[in-house]
């Protein structure tokens, strides 16, 4: 762990999770850029109190494929090259272009080469190489059913959040394309329905929702397993955490598909812009500035986090979190950036502070009987199309992830980068906190879960737990 007590500060949420908001009609003109997040180090037992320096950006726009691409699918990327649809299959600037609204992209609503070359591990990965071969993308499932009118109701966590947009402005529609109009994807959120993100394991169980994005940062208190990615400040870097993600797959739909009674995962949904930040009134420039603040946090581990720094953690319902921080009944918020800022938390505090950085999917599953009632071949575009979900979040997550700070400092937010001292108390409060509250909410270390962690994301970060509960440092034996 000494290695990552010199990484680089992660947080894990879901903030995403992060219950949202509504977004701005218009982003403000760009003046100049807050300083560059730096992450800060993880700690087991001592802290470290500097950050190493930035990750350089790869030099190359064009790198060989590890594997062979057929002609088929060089053809498809040079023909989708450019803007929505671009995938990578060796060539970075393919992916260059506008994006499907300009919320999704930069200010000028594109996707940068820059943005993609910090994110080169993901285009690289085996994981963005199994959604090529999902997607089906150049021998697409054809459609065999007729007269059929199917409507599904989508239920995500808001629908400003930018990806359930990318979900209603480009899946749905292409869902309704490729079924010749057959299956209609309905977009719909938490507090349209009226209804609390925890609820939405027994809603799909039971067959009130069809489809629905589990949030871990929701579920984790009725489902604490779903916690082993999302506790705070475990991963020196976003790549790591992308790879101890992409590892727990079968693992965590094996849990979400029993805890909902036979639900189908049908894919994942890339938050974008969710580096986790605290909006506050007055500037929290020491530990000392924590005590005692009334914080608003959307789950458990954020609770553990914020209490672990001193702090008084409140749940109240995302949509109230403006009217308490304007009315002080709130005295900061946790969330991600672009969460935070789609509700505006700027009109109603002055710092934003942080970051913890974050790199997170959640999981959309569809209740057992709607998917078993629909056809064939309709089962089949809908895994397809939800790999091409994730393949175009993908392209816009870097870009979301360079502005989600820019927004709400252009907006007015001052930016306050955690000290050398903060950091070391975040650090502490995830070891001495937050992880030994998870391991005790999942019944303890001889549990399942732990043996997952201990093989799966433990070794790729230099931590085991043991037995008896305890958090103890070990060899870094998985390097991807």
Same mark, same amino acid.
């Given at each position: 762990?000494?290695?990552?007590?010199?990484?680089?500060?992660?947080?894990?949420?879901?903030?995403?999770?992060?219950?949202?908001?509504?977004?701005?009609?218009?982003?403000?003109?760009?003046?100049?850029?807050?300083?560059?997040?730096?992450?800060?180090?993880?700690?087991?037992?001592?802290?470290?109190?500097?950050?190493?320096?930035?990750?350089?950006?790869?030099?190359?726009?064009?790198?060989?494929?590890?594997?062979?691409?057929?002609?088929?699918?060089?053809?498809?990327?040079?023909?989708?090259?450019?803007?929505?649809?671009? *995938?990578?299959?060796?060539?970075?600037?393919?992916?260059?272009?506008?994006?499907?609204?300009? %919320?999704?992209?930069?200010?000028?609503?594109?996707?940068?080469?820059?943005?993609?070359?910090?994110?080169?591990?993901?285009?690289?990965?085996?994981?963005?190489?199994?959604?090529?071969?999902?997607? $089906?993308?150049?021998?697409?499932?054809?459609?065999?059913?007729?007269?059929?009118?199917?409507?599904?109701?989508?239920?995500?966590?808001?629908?400003?959040?930018?990806?359930?947009?990318?979900?209603?402005?480009?899946?749905?529609?292409?869902?309704?394309?490729?079924?010749?109009?057959?299956?209609?994807?309905?977009?719909?959120?938490?507090?349209?329905?009226? *209804?609390?993100?925890?609820?939405?394991?027994?809603?799909?169980?039971?067959?009130?929702?069809?489809?629905?994005?589990?949030?871990?940062?929701?579920?984790?208190?009725?489902?604490?397993?779903?916690?082993? *990615?999302?506790?705070?400040?475990?991963?020196?870097?976003?790549?790591?955490?992308?790879?101890?993600?992409?590892?727990?797959?079968?693992?965590?739909?094996?849990?979400?598909?029993?805890?909902?009674?036979?639900?189908?995962?049908?894919?994942?949904?890339?938050?974008?812009?969710?580096?986790?930040?605290?909006?506050?009134?007055?500037?929290?420039?020491?530990?000392?500035?924590?005590?005692?603040?009334?914080?608003?946090?959307?789950?458990?581990?954020?609770?553990?986090?914020?209490?672990?720094?001193?702090? %008084?953690?409140?749940?109240?319902?995302?949509?109230?979190?403006?009217?308490?921080?304007?009315?002080?009944?709130?005295?900061?918020?946790?969330?991600?950036? $672009?969460?935070?800022?789609?509700?505006?938390?700027?009109?109603?505090?002055?710092?934003?502070?942080?970051?913890?950085?974050?790199?997170?999917?959640? $999981?959309?599953?569809?209740?057992?009987?709607?998917?078993?009632?629909?056809?064939?071949?309709?089962?089949?575009?809908? *895994?397809?199309? &939800?790999?091409?979900?994730?393949?175009?979040?993908?392209?816009?997550?870097?870009?979301?992830?360079?502005?989600?700070?820019?927004? $709400?400092?252009?907006?007015?937010?001052?930016?306050?980068?955690?000290?050398?001292?903060?950091?070391?108390?975040?650090?502490?409060?995830?070891?001495?906190?937050?992880?030994?509250?998870?391991?005790?909410?999942? &019944? &303890?270390?001889?549990?399942?879960?732990?043996?997952?962690?201990?093989?799966?994301?433990?070794?790729?970060?230099?931590?085991?737990?043991?037995?008896?509960?305890?958090?103890?440092?070990?060899?870094?034996?998985?390097? %991807?």
């Amino acid at each position: 762990m000494r290695k990552y007590l010199l990484s680089g500060l992660i947080g894990i949420i879901l903030l995403v999770i992060l219950a949202c908001g509504s977004d701005p009609t218009a982003v403000p003109a760009a003046t100049t850029a807050p300083p560059a997040a730096t992450t800060a180090p993880v700690a087991t037992t001592a802290p470290a109190t500097t950050a190493p320096a930035a990750t350089t950006v790869p030099a190359a726009t064009t790198a060989p494929a590890a594997d062979a691409v057929s002609p088929e699918l060089l053809a498809y990327a040079a023909e989708h090259a450019g803007g929505p649809g671009a *995938i990578y299959v060796g060539d970075l600037s393919q992916l260059v272009g506008p994006a499907i609204t300009k %919320d999704q992209g930069d200010l000028d609503g594109n996707v940068p080469l820059g943005s993609l070359q910090e994110h080169l591990f993901i285009y690289e990965s085996d994981y963005y190489k199994s959604l090529l071969e999902k997607a $089906n993308l150049t021998n697409p499932t054809e459609l065999v059913s007729t007269n059929l009118d199917i409507k599904i109701q989508s239920v995500c966590i808001n629908r400003a959040l930018l990806f359930c947009k990318l979900s209603d402005t480009y899946t749905h529609p292409n869902v309704l394309e490729r079924t010749n109009g057959q299956l209609t994807m309905e977009s719909v959120s938490f507090p349209e329905l009226g *209804i609390a993100g925890p609820d939405s394991l027994a809603l799909v169980e039971d067959g009130t929702l069809d489809l629905a994005t589990m949030v871990p940062a929701y579920i984790g208190g009725e489902l604490p397993g779903m916690d082993i *990615i999302y506790m705070w400040n475990l991963y020196p870097d976003r790549e790591t955490q992308f790879n101890v993600f992409f590892a727990l797959i079968p693992d965590i739909e094996r849990i979400l598909e029993e805890e909902t009674g036979g639900g189908k995962v049908i894919f994942r949904s890339w938050g974008s812009g969710i580096d986790v930040y605290l909006w506050s009134k007055k500037a929290l420039n020491t530990p000392e500035d924590y005590e005692g603040l009334k914080i608003r946090t959307p789950g458990t581990a954020f609770s553990d986090f914020a209490e672990g720094m001193g702090a %008084d953690a409140q749940f109240i319902a995302f949509s109230e979190v403006y009217t308490g921080l304007e009315r002080g009944i709130l005295d900061g918020a946790i969330s991600g950036a $672009n969460a935070g800022f789609g509700q505006r938390w700027y009109e109603v505090t002055d710092y934003i502070t942080g970051p913890l950085l974050n790199m997170e999917a959640f $999981n959309v599953i569809m209740s057992k009987k709607v998917w078993e009632e629909l056809p064939p071949d309709l089962q089949q575009i809908l *895994i397809e199309e &939800g790999a091409k979900d994730e393949l175009e979040a993908l392209r816009l997550v870097g870009v979301q992830n360079d502005m989600g700070l820019l927004v $709400n400092t252009n907006a007015g937010s001052e930016f306050v980068e955690f000290s050398p001292e903060v950091t070391a108390a975040v650090n502490a409060a995830t070891m001495d906190r937050v992880v030994p509250n998870w391991v005790k909410r999942v &019944g &303890g270390g001889d549990q399942p879960i732990i043996k997952i962690f201990n093989e799966k994301v433990g070794p790729r970060i230099g931590i085991r737990v043991e037995l008896d509960g305890t958090v103890v440092e070990a060899p870094i034996t998985i390097s %991807d």
